[in-house]
């Protein structure tokens, strides 16, 4: 179901509605989980919504109606979740217990002493209560009347009567009642002396009846003598409480007086303590703030800070811890930046590095075959004279020299002076100068 | 008719019992009801500290929301009551909180409810200063609080 049919259904019950069954007495005290959250009367004719919760169908309809969004977007008054449909179905337990609370019959006011089970209300004062105020049959009289008083043949009972006896004029529904039981003129018996008298000089007579029973004017002193009137004044003659009376009454008026006095040294004796209370305050403000400045003043070289907390009170002392506190939390963000700085500044030294690496590395490469295209081109230069040193190096055996070419083989002695060792060195040069290059 | 019933039925409840901290100054009739509230914690802004509420309801309570405002008393009188300081409560008693405008209200919430709402938003407080625009605001104001467009910005009070 959702929220425009539960509008229409509202106003079909409103009109067939005679008993507003929020505003009646509820005698029983009954428990808070069945209160509709937004009247805080039990359950009428609750609803359920999507999340569970119920409220009265009138109360949810007008939480609704007043919803600032409108209805598409109307939340759960106890939840706020969102919700579109709702369920006329609750627990039959839960309609049970709200219809069980007693309440008083709404006419109780004219009279109607029912208490009843609020299920059966509207029954009660449709059909039972004699109580309930209908509209006089009459049609020209604008009175209500109470159903028990209509009479069968449908008269109206709001035309005044003359009472034969007292000359008051009392209506027609009321002149019985005022016949056998209230009209002044009727005669009635003092319950004291049962002599008989009009009932509207029944209030003098027992203030003046001999026969009725009187207190002594002696009892509030404690005299528990309660005799007739007439008696009365034989024993105020003879008690001894009456004879004290004017003393005691001396006395309590003295208790009064005393009372008031003590009662005003009170209120200056407050007067005087709260006095004292702000002059020892103010005192140990001083003193404390004294004590604050003897503690600065030997140490000039102490940060402000410290002294401006020493100084004042706790006000100021959560002042400082607050400035405190904000620099603390500055600085770590200050340190945060920077540890941010130095991982990215080891990041970009690095990436340097390496790449600077690589590129040595392709260097080295480089050089590395260039040397040995050198190597093979001297190789290939070294060959033909490797081939004619063996030839010269035969010539020379003939000299019987054999120590020279063995240092020619190797090419590293300079001890030699022989001119066959210095050609292979200077080609090495050569290769030298080459790699250079 | 409906507000009536409503408060009679809430102010039975409140006369058994109050939470601590809140209590009942005049309810004499059903339209205006004063409320001293106190923080009860040790929050050094509102310590040892009672402030007092009004609350005006229409006759479309708990429908619609309860104008609820701090009032002063002179801290010459015999029951002093500033205004609690705290960066949502103008220093005229005005107080800006969503629960209180129209569209955040429920009708599900009491004055019991609301006392404790704004007893919370006090203890929850660190920061004494007043809302921006606050000596402007007190100066030019002179609408209700009920006519006065908030922006509830702040989800942390």
């Known amino acids: 179901m959702n929220f425009e049919e539960l509008c229409a259904m509202e106003a079909a019950y409103d009109r067939d509605e005679i008993v507003d069954l929020r505003s009646l007495d509820y005698v029983s005290s009954y428990d808070d989980h069945l209160m509709c959250p937004i009247c805080h009367c039990p ?13 009265c169908q009138k109360c949810l309809n007008s ?5 600032a969004g409108g209805r598409d977007e109307f939340t759960c008054p ?23 609370i007693r309440v008083k019959c709404p006419f109780s006011a004219e009279g109607c002493t029912e208490i009843i089970p609020r299920g059966h209300v509207q029954s009660h004062v449709e059909k039972y209560c004699g109580y309930r105020l209908v509209h006089c049959p009459s049609l020209v009289c604008d009175k209500k009347t109470r159903k028990k008083d209509l009479n069968a043949d449908k008269r109206c009972m709001h035309e005044l009567h003359q009472c034969s006896r007292c000359e008051e004029e009392v209506m027609e529904q009321d002149y019985e009642e005022h016949v056998q039981e209230l009209c002044p003129s009727l005669k009635t018996t003092c319950p004291d002396c049962h002599t008989t008298v009009f009932r509207k000089a029944l209030r003098e007579h027992i203030e003046t009846c001999p026969e009725a029973i009187h207190c002594c004017a002696a009892s509030k002193y404690g005299c528990p003598v309660k005799v007739k009137r007439a008696e009365l004044s034989t024993h105020e003659k003879s008690c001894p409480l009456i004879t004290m009376g004017p003393y005691f ?25 709260d006095g004292l209370a702000g002059i020892r305050s103010t005192l140990l403000e001083s003193t404390r703030a004294m004590t604050g400045r003897t503690v600065t003043d030997p140490g000039p070289s102490n940060p402000p800070d410290d002294s401006s907390q020493a100084d004042s009170a706790n006000a100021a002392s959560s002042n400082a811890t607050t400035y405190l506190l904000s620099l603390h939390e500055s600085l770590r963000e200050e340190v945060g930046q920077l540890s941010h700085a130095v991982t990215d500044l080891d990041a970009r030294a690095s990436m340097a590095i390496m790449n600077e690496c690589l590129r040595i590395k392709e ?16 190789q290939w230069l070294m060959n033909p004279r490797l081939h004619q040193q063996p030839q010269r190096a035969g010539m020379r055996n003939g000299n019987g020299n054999s120590e020279s070419a063995a240092a020619g083989s190797s090419s590293a002695g300079p001890s030699g002076p022989s001119p066959g060792l210095l050609r ?5 040069d050569g290769g030298r100068e080459g790699t250079k290059l | 008719m409906f507000a009536t019933k409503r408060l009679s039925k809430e102010l039975l409840k409140m006369q058994d ?20 509230i106190q923080v009860l914690d040790s929050n050094p802004l509102y310590q040892n500290q009672i402030y007092r509420l009004k609350f005006t309801f229409n006759s479309k309570y708990p429908i619609e929301p309860p104008e609820v405002q701090f009032i002063e008393l002179p801290s010459t009188s015999e029951t002093p009551r500033p205004i609690p300081i705290h960066p949502h409560i103008y220093s005229n008693g005005i107080i800006c909180l969503d629960l209180l405008s129209s569209a955040g209200w ?11 709402s704004i007893q919370s938003m006090l203890t929850a407080n660190s920061r004494n200063e007043r809302p921006p625009g606050d000596s402007d605001f007190v100066s030019y104001n002179r609408r209700r609080p009920r006519d006065i467009n908030f922006y509830y910005d702040d989800d942390d009070v």
């Not at chain 1, 359950?43 to 999340?51: A, G, K, S, T």
């Not at chain 1, 939480?63 to 919803?67: F, K």
């Open chain 1, 424 to 428: 292979p060195r200077r080609l090495s």
């Open chain 1, 43 to 55: 359950f009428i004719r609750p609803v359920r919504l999507q999340c569970d919760h119920v409220f």
């Open chain 2, 106 to 116: 429920s009708p599900v919430q009491t004055v019991e409810s609301v006392c404790m």
């Open chain 1, 249 to 273: 009454e001396a006395q309590n008026s003295r208790l009064d007086s005393m009372e008031l006095t003590v009662r005003h040294l009170q209120q200056r004796n407050e007067l005087f303590e």
């Open chain 1, 63 to 67: 939480a609704i109606t007043s919803c």
């Open chain 1, 78 to 100: 106890s939840c706020r979740s969102p919700t579109r449909d709702l369920y006329l179905h609750v627990p039959r337990l839960l309609i049970n217990m709200c219809d069980d």
């Open chain 1, 363 to 378: 260097d080295m490469a480089h050089t590395n075959a260039a040397v040995g295209s050198i190597r093979m081109q001297v």
């Open chain 2, 17 to 36: 019992h109050v939470p601590p901290g809140i209590s009942i100054v005049k309810s004499d009739n059903l339209e205006e009801w004063h409320m001293d």
